[in-house]
C-alpha cells in the first residue's frame, strides 16, 4: 500500500476484554514496530518484527500484551483483559531492513478501555 | 530507558520568525538523531535526520547537533502557521532500531 494501514481507527472496550489492534505495513518494508503513545507521554516503543520473528519484545508492558506478525506483512497487536491504563494511541511503523531508522508511522489506534 | 528531555511548551512564535527548538539526550551512545512533525490527531512523520555534529539544512529546517554537550535541535526559519504541530526528538536507541522519543514540544505559529 502507499502508506502504513492500522485498524481500527478507534476501539472503546470494557475493562477485561480482549482487543486485538492489526497494522499493514508499507509494501516491501521487512521492519515492523509497534509504539505506544498515551496522554502527555512521549512514544514508547513496544516490539520490533524482523520479517516474522520479533527478536526484541523488550518493550512489551507486560504479558498480557502479544504481537506476531505473518507472511512478513500484517501484524497483530493482541491486549488481553484490558485494564483503563492501556488506555493509549497505538502506533505501527515500518521501514526497510536496511535503514531501521528511517520509520514511517500508522494513524495510529486510538484505545479506550472504559 | 534513556531519557530524552524537550521542553512541552507551548513554543509561541510569530508568523516568518524562527522557532528553536531544543533536546538533550541522555545516551552517550546515540549516534543518529531524527526530528518527527505530528500534527494533532495525526502520526508522526519524519522531517530531518542528523548523524554528524555540526548543522544540516533542510529547506527551511535546520537541524544542530552537539554530540559532547548531548543537545540536538531544530531551527524553523520563516515560520509559518502551517508550522504548527508538536515536535518530537527521536534519538537512536543501543538497539539501532527503536528511538527513544522525547514528550514532544509543541509549537504555535501566529499569524
Known amino acids: 500500500g502507499a502508506g502504513v494501514s492500522q485498524s481500527p481507527s478507534n476501539k472503546v472496550t470494557e475493562k477485561g476484554k480482549d482487543v486485538e489492534l492489526r497494522c499493514d505495513p508499507i509494501s516491501g518494508h521487512t521492519a515492523l514496530y509497534w509504539y505506544r503513545q498515551s496522554l502527555g507521554q512521549g512514544l514508547e516503543f513496544l516490539i520490533y518484527?524482523?520479517?516474522?520473528?520479533?527478536?526484541?519484545k523488550s518493550g512489551l508492558p507486560s504479558d498480557r500484551f502479544s504481537a506476531e506478525r505473518t507472511g512478513g506483512s500484517v501484524s497483530t497487536l493482541t491486549i488481553q483483559r484490558t485494564q483503563q491504563e492501556d488506555s493509549a494511541v497505538y502506533l505501527c511503523a515500518s521501514s526497510l531492513e536496511a535503514v531501521k531508522n528511517i520509520q514511517y508511522f500508522g494513524a495510529g489506534t486510538r484505545l479506550s478501555v472504559l | 530507558q534513556k531519557e530524552v528531555e524537550q521542553n512541552s511548551g507551548p513554543l509561541s512564535v510569530p508568523e516568518g520568525a524562527i522557532a528553536s527548538l531544543n533536546c538533550t539526550y541522555s545516551?552517550?551512545?546515540?549516534?543518529?538523531f531524527f526530528w518527527y512533525r505530528q500534527y494533532s490527531g495525526k502520526s508522526p512523520e519524519l522531517i530531518m535526520f542528523?548523524?554528524?555534529?555540526g548543522d544540516k539544512e533542510d529547506g527551511r529546517f535546520t537541524a544542530q547537533l552537539n554530540k559532547a554537550s548531548q543537545y540536538v535541535s531544530l531551527l524553523i526559519r520563516d515560520s509559518q502557521p502551517s508550522d504548527s504541530a508538536t515536535y518530537l526528538c527521536?534519538?537512536?536507541?543501543?538497539?539501532?532500531?527503536?528511538?527513544?522519543f522525547g514528550k514532544g514540544t509543541s509549537l504555535l505559529v501566529t499569524p
Open positions: 545516551d552517550r551512545g546515540s549516534q543518529s
Open positions: 542528523i548523524y554528524s555534529n
Open positions: 527521536a534519538p537512536e536507541s543501543n538497539s539501532g532500531y527503536a528511538l527513544n
Open positions: 518484527f524482523q520479517g516474522n520473528s520479533a527478536p526484541d
